[in-house]
């Protein structure tokens, strides 16, 4: 059982930056592949990026190449997601969510979930 738990989100002007952080449970942390999805008002849920225990990073979203950066702390049991270069259509909540066998974009394949943090961006 892996619980989750986002962090970092808020208000913040276009152009600016901020850094969510998600903080698992459990002993096997290195061991699931760690996933970011977000969801913005009145859409589906959309994958962003995902990252393996070794570090591997998967792609989901074309749309925030080269601004957001996943990375993880096995040893703190915490993934992060650097966003840059915010835009107002990045305003959505952002999820964490963990997976002990894909390494998918995909939310089917995810098990574990957090609550969400919520990132808004003023234009």
């Known amino acids: 059982q892996v619980q989750l738990v986002e962090s970092g989100g808020g208000l913040v002007q276009a152009g600016g930056s901020l850094r969510l952080s998600c903080a698992a449970s459990?002993?096997?942390?290195?061991?699931?592949?760690m996933g970011w999805f977000r969801q913005a008002p009145g859409k589906e849920r959309e994958p962003v990026v995902a990252?393996?225990?070794?570090?591997?990073?998967?792609s989901c979203a074309d749309s925030v190449k080269g601004r957001f950066t996943i990375s993880r702390d096995n040893d703190k049991k915490t993934v992060f997601l650097q966003m840059n270069s915010l835009k107002p259509e990045d305003t959505a909540v952002y999820y964490c969510?963990?997976?002990?066998?894909?390494?998918?974009?995909?939310?089917?394949?995810?098990?574990?979930w957090g609550q969400g943090t919520q990132v808004t961006v003023s234009s």
């Open positions: 969510a963990a997976s002990s066998t894909y390494y998918s974009c995909s939310d089917r394949h995810y098990s574990y």
């Open positions: 459990g002993r096997t942390f290195s061991s699931y592949v």
């Open positions: 990252i393996r225990g070794n570090g591997d990073v998967l």
